[in-house]
Structure formats: C-alpha cells, structure tokens
C-alpha cells in the first residue's frame, strides 16, 4: 500500500527567505515521488520527480526536493520565496502496485511581502 | 504541444440530473485519468482509461462512469446528481504505458449541483 503526508496545512514565508514544504511517504515498493503545484482556479502543474535517479532532483522554477530514504521523506525546498509561488503543494506518491497515483492533503503556501 | 483540455470549464447542474464531461489529452498520450477534487476530501483516483479500456477504478460508486474513444479522448458521466458531487473534476493524461508514472493535468472543470 502507499500513502503520503503532508506534515503542514499551512505554510506562510516572506518574500526573499527560503521555502520548505514537508512530505513523508509510505511504500510497500521503490516509489515514484512528485510535487504538483496548483495556483487558484488552475489544474495542477508538475514542478519535479524523482524515479530512483539521483536523490536530489531540480524542478523548475528554482524548486528542488531530497528523497531521503531512511527517513521516508521527500521534502520540497526554495532558496528564496517569489510572491508568484503563493499556490497550494501536493506530494504525491506512486510505487505501481496500485496503479494510480496517491496524492498528500496538500500545503498552501502563503508569500508575505 | 497543446496540453491537456477539458469541456465545459464550469457546469451547473441540479440535484437528480446527469452530466457528461469531456477530456481531451495531450497528443500521443493513450492513457487519460480522471480524479475529483473537493476541499473535505481532496484529490481523489475516479478511474484510469487505456486504449479505450477501464484499467483501474478508485473507490466511486457506480453513478461514475467512463469511456475512451479511440482518439484517446475520454468522457465521464454522472448520473442522479447529489449535492456532495460539487467539485473540481481533473483529467491527466500520460505518456507511458505505466501511467502512474507522470502525468499530466488539465484545468478541470468545476462542476456545482443545485
């Protein structure tokens, strides 16, 4: 079985400092493990994944997440938070053994001024 | 590369109507996903669609319903509306025979029931 979650609802940053969004995975399997981004009234946009290549993989927009097996985790970080990141995050998991994809109860990301 | 589009972008409905809505995938893809997006609930696996066959089904009962043309593109149907099916309806479409693999979103459409 798998199952993803998401540790924060709510995540809110200033302008300029660094973003972390929070993600702990479960899977019976080597999973797949990918961040989607969803701005307001928009479908969901993939921002990175990672596929058992090397475990720090760059998405775009400056985005980049750490698979850290012993710690089940696959964190999704920014160095430095721009306003039009303001969105809702989804970590999503996916080992193929039940042939679709989990998805996390997301984070909304809040960008302060 | 056009991505994926979904018909109509907003629908309302009433209680005890059908409603059919459409997903057109990226070209080339051939497998089309739906999922159902509510804020109680959030996202949520309907059924997945490959060559016009139902591969996997999530946990829906049977008033959803689905089906692939052989363009790849894809229709689900609700029939006897209730309120609780007010929500976002999001189509992915994927490249890979392994669709769980990556895939690819439309921008839904937001159904609400009356």
């Known amino acids: 079985a798998q199952s993803v979650t998401q540790l924060d609802s709510h995540v809110s940053v200033s302008e300029g400092t660094p973003v972390l969004l929070r993600c702990n995975y479960s899977?019976?399997?080597?999973?797949?493990l990918f961040w989607y981004v969803q701005h307001p009234n928009k479908g969901l946009q993939l921002l990175l994944k990672?596929?058992?290549?090397?475990?720090l993989v760059k998405g775009i927009n400056g985005f980049e997440a750490e698979f850290k097996k012993s710690e089940t985790s696959f964190h999704l970080t920014k160095p430095s938070a721009h306003m039009s990141d303001a969105a809702e995050y989804f970590c999503?998991?996916?080992?193929?053994?039940?042939?679709?994809?989990?998805f996390g109860s997301g984070t909304q990301l809040t960008v302060l001024p | 590369k056009a991505g994926v589009t979904q018909t109509p972008r907003y629908l309302i409905k009433t209680r005890g109507q059908q409603v059919t809505l459409s997903c057109s995938p990226i070209?080339?893809?051939?497998?089309v996903s739906w999922y159902q997006q509510t804020p109680g609930q959030g996202l949520q696996f309907l059924f997945e669609?490959?060559?016009?066959?139902?591969?996997n089904k999530g946990n829906f009962p049977g008033r959803f319903s689905g089906r692939q043309f052989s363009n790849s593109r894809s229709e689900m149907n609700v029939s006897t509306l209730e309120l609780g099916d007010s929500a976002l309806y999001l189509c992915?479409?994927?490249?890979?025979?392994?669709?769980?693999?990556?895939?690819?979103f439309g921008p839904g459409t937001r159904l609400t029931v009356t």
């Open positions: 990672y596929t058992s290549a090397a475990t």
């Open positions: 669609y490959f060559s016009e066959t139902q591969r």
């Open positions: 999503v998991v996916s080992d193929g053994s039940a042939r679709q994809l989990t």
């Open positions: 899977s019976s399997y080597s999973p797949s």
């Open positions: 070209s080339g893809h051939r497998s």
């Open positions: 992915a479409s994927s490249l890979a025979q392994q669709s769980w693999s990556e895939q690819y």
